[in-house]
């Protein structure tokens, strides 16, 4: 009995020794508490407003996965990402539709493997995993994507330049008009003045 007692202290002693040092990129401070750091509530509370605001993002994403559309300008989608489960950044600059890049991340293997070690790691619980990726939506997406391309130039860069050249085409023929409603002013104060005052106008 008294064998018992010793290993049950020699153990108890064990569990409570100090861990190493650690990083934790959540709370953003070293600690040697080992896995019962995840469970402090200034780790909980950072962990969840991590979730929210990484939820904020992914709800553009979200609706651009149910709507696809081209890329026309900068402003018609973000131009990156950065996944907080898979420490990388997710830019969409060669990208032919609205967050194109980052729903194929989201939506890959490796996606998936980072974002449970994160989980096991960090905490948050394994039920979040689904509401961090895209699993059936990516299929439904990629047959809208391709009806869009049988209507539409394929590249992004002929996308790019019919837009461009729309907008020149605007630009000059807000032009021409400015050059006319200008003719017709100086011929109107011609007439109103006479040809005698504007010369004299100009001479002063």
């Not at 059936?136 to 539409?152: F, G, H, I, N, Y």
């Not at 461009?164 to 104060?189: A, F, G």
Request: with cysteine.
């Amino acid at each position: 009995m008294k064998r018992d007692g010793d290993e049950k202290k020699m153990k108890k002693k064990v569990d409570e020794k100090p861990s190493e040092f650690e990083f934790c990129k959540i709370c953003r401070i070293n600690h040697n508490q080992g896995r019962r750091h995840n469970s402090f509530p200034r780790h909980t509370n950072s962990l969840s407003s991590l979730f929210t605001r990484f939820h904020q993002k992914l709800s553009f994403v979200k609706s651009s996965l149910r709507n696809p559309s081209f890329v026309l300008s900068s402003s018609d989608s973000p131009d990156r990402l950065w996944c907080i489960f898979c420490d990388s950044d997710i830019v969409e600059s060669d990208s032919a539709f609205v967050c194109g890049n980052v729903i194929e991340h989201l939506a890959s293997d490796d996606h998936l493997k980072n974002l449970k070690h994160f989980l096991w790691k960090y905490g948050g619980g394994m039920n979040k995993v689904d509401s961090f990726r895209i699993t059936v939506e990516l299929a439904e997406w990629k047959k809208r994507c391709a009806v869009l391309k049988k209507d539409v130039p394929p590249s992004r860069s002929s996308l790019g330049q019919s837009y461009e050249m729309r907008i020149t085409r605007y630009i000059i023929q807000i032009s021409h008009k400015l050059v006319k409603l200008v003719h017709l002013r100086t011929m109107l104060l011609h007439i109103q003045l006479g040809p005698q005052s504007i010369i004299w106008k100009l001479r002063v």
